[in-house]
């Protein structure tokens, strides 16, 4: 039995012996049933959910032409921007680290700093980078880096993870002006480059 | 003059000090080369705080915060900008910060044409985005 | 080059990169416009419920851990979000009863022209007569294509539940469509 028993007041038993709710379903799992191909009664409920079936179908088909395809376009642009528009209002800088020396009184957002390292990583072909972390080993430095990447299936995993850390170093010496003591390359992910996005 | 009295007059000179402060080291911060743009503060930017500083009634510069230190004529400047793709965050944040202190101590400084008691000047630059 | 992963952008987001939760925004839009659409039937609601619903993702994104894809998530929320405006909007409503059309909604654009095509709109109309749940559940299930057990995760219920839900939907659906013909 498939359903709840709050939904037998409302699934009727066809004269036949099979209830409503069961004709439909073994019609979706075993669709050459001999019961039900010889059956009027069956036959008479599958032509009511077939009616159904045609309206939904027009209503799915509906939304998939062209100009539907292209009020979905705008309506995704308005989206987007209204979205981001607050989006900005509540933003997450995360933590404040230094910059410098104590003396300079300067410091960068963790969001601002990883936004470096991860442009760094990406400079790569076939790199992309996630999660990027950025922790101070002692108040004033120097600081970690971990970093989680995806790539695509022509990299060789320890060249990979070296020449990420060497572009994150190059980036917090040139682009930031932060000591990197340490950096930490997790590949999360290989990419199928002539094929579908990892899911 | 009562003690309200007092306050009020002093709370108005402070909220025109911090103004011009703030226009002063707004324009010297976004005149600083590797400045993308001034940005709202971090405090800004924490979901909810917007209406409280709003509601404060203060004058308020996008990415700059003046507040009086406890001592009378200590200021602290708080500046929170983006720095642009290219320049070196820690160069830029050092130059905002030398120019911000050069252009308050020519307009506030005793000697100088707009001295308001501005008797000393504490600044702190955070780089929040690149751009 | 393939586009970054899903997982990965909602880990930028997580750790507050505004700029990868746009892209994600951009690539889910489309879809949860789509599914929220169906199941309000009006545009506008649609696109008032899938903003706040993004709104709230990005204020909760730190907590998705990605056990379920984003687009689950994102089709979780969406949902919830539809079902709050479904029963602000008739707070109570039996199976069966006569339901109050939704407003009219003019608009010059083509795609006005396609989705009043008179079959369409009268299963928009049939659709009224569905419980925010059933409703919810038939969409997923039928306009969406999704199987019961993904659509119990994203309304939060069992496989079962949700079976007798489509079930009553589409009997209420197969009647009042028989007789609209």
Known sequence: ?199 | ?131 | MPEPGDGLLAARAAEGDEGAFEVLVRRHGPSLLRLATRILNSRTDAEDAVQDAFVNAWRRIPEFRGDASFSTWMYRIVTNRCLNVLRARRPTQDLGSVPEPPAPEHASSPVRAAESRASVRALGDAMQGLTPEQRACWVLRELQGLPYDEIADIVGSTHQAVRGRVFRARRHLTEAMSSWR
């Not at chain 2, 007059?9 to 226009?23: F, W």
Request: charged content about 30%; some cysteine; glycine content about 6%.
């Open chain 2, 1 to 131: 003059m009562s003690g309200a009295q007092q306050a009020e007059g002093r709370g108005r000179t402070d909220r025109e000090l911090r103004a011009l402060l703030q226009r002063t080291a707004a324009d010297a911060a976004r005149n600083t080369p590797g400045v993308a743009y001034l940005r709202p503060g971090l405090g800004d930017l924490v979901r909810g705080t917007v209406p409280l500083l709003a509601a404060a009634d203060e004058p308020r510069v996008a990415g700059v915060r003046a507040e009086p230190d406890d001592e009378p004529g200590r200021w602290r400047l708080r500046i929170h900008l983006a720095v642009r793709r290219g320049h070196r965050a820690l160069d830029v944040a050092r130059a905002v910060r030398a120019e911000v202190l050069a252009a308050v101590r020519r307009a506030y400084a005793p000697e100088g044409p707009e001295h308001h008691g501005v008797a000393a000047l504490a600044v702190t630059v955070t780089v929040t985005d690149l751009a």
């Open chain 1, 1 to 199: 039995m498939a359903l709840g028993d709050d939904a037998y007041e409302e699934d009727p038993a066809l004269p036949c012996g099979r209830t409503l709710s069961e004709v439909w379903e073994k019609a979706e799992e075993t669709p050459d049933d001999p019961h039900a191909a010889g059956c009027p009664h069956c036959q008479e409920a599958l032509t009511r959910l077939g009616v159904l079936d045609d309206y939904v179908r027009e209503a799915r088909d509906s939304t998939a032409d062209e100009a539907a395809e292209a009020a979905d376009a705008a309506a995704t642009e308005r989206l987007t921007a209204r979205v981001m528009d607050l989006v900005r209002t509540e933003l997450r800088p995360g933590r404040t680290l230094p910059l410098g020396e104590p003396a300079d009184d300067v410091w960068i957002t963790e969001a601002a700093a990883a936004k470096a390292f991860r442009a760094a990583a990406e400079t790569l072909p076939a790199v992309y980078a996630g999660s990027c972390r950025v922790a101070l080993t002692a108040p004033e430095g120097p600081m970690t880096v971990s970093m989680e990447v995806e790539a695509g299936l022509r990299w060789e995993l320890p060249e990979l993870a070296e020449q990420v850390r060497r572009r994150v170093r190059a980036a917090a010496d040139e682009a930031v002006g932060v000591t990197v003591s340490a950096v930490d390359v997790r590949i999360v992910d290989l990419i199928d480059e002539s094929g579908e996005e990892p899911a």
